[in-house]
């Protein structure tokens, strides 16, 4: 499964952006998909994710109900829609997915990786 994460940019405080991320092949053997993030000198920070077949998605803390993740099974694709966006919330943002039935935060449960898309939040 290879994974194309877009939608990134540039935007003020209180903006909002929503990023995408398509699957390349057919997503029936899917378990999850998630989102996760990384700035400079940090860690790779997880964001959320979803149930592909069923069930809502769950968040980090962080987000505080500004993000949603969605799904469009029929367009193999994944969303991730962020209201008021904060400098923090700067970062190179990235789509994931396992291979096998896990559903979490951890990057180490996750095995394909789309190539990330850059979100810039200026003050």
């Known amino acids: 499964v290879q994974l194309q994460a877009s939608g990134g940019g540039l935007v003020q405080a209180g903006d909002s952006l929503r990023l995408s991320c398509v699957a390349s092949e057919l997503t029936f053997n899917l378990y999850s998909m998630g989102w996760f993030r990384q700035a400079p000198g940090n860690e790779r920070e997880f964001v959320g994710a979803i149930p592909w077949s069923a069930g809502n998605p769950f968040y980090a803390d962080f987000v505080k109900g500004r993000f949603t993740i969605s799904r469009d099974k029929a367009k193999n694709t994944m969303y991730l829609q962020m209201n008021a966006l904060a400098p923090e919330d700067t970062a190179t943002y990235y789509c994931?997915?396992?291979?096998?039935?896990?559903?979490?935060?951890?990057?180490?449960?996750?095995?394909?990786w789309g190539q990330g898309t850059q979100v810039t939040v200026s003050s």
């Open positions: 994931a997915a396992p291979r096998s039935n896990v559903y979490g935060p951890s990057p180490s449960w996750y095995d394909y």
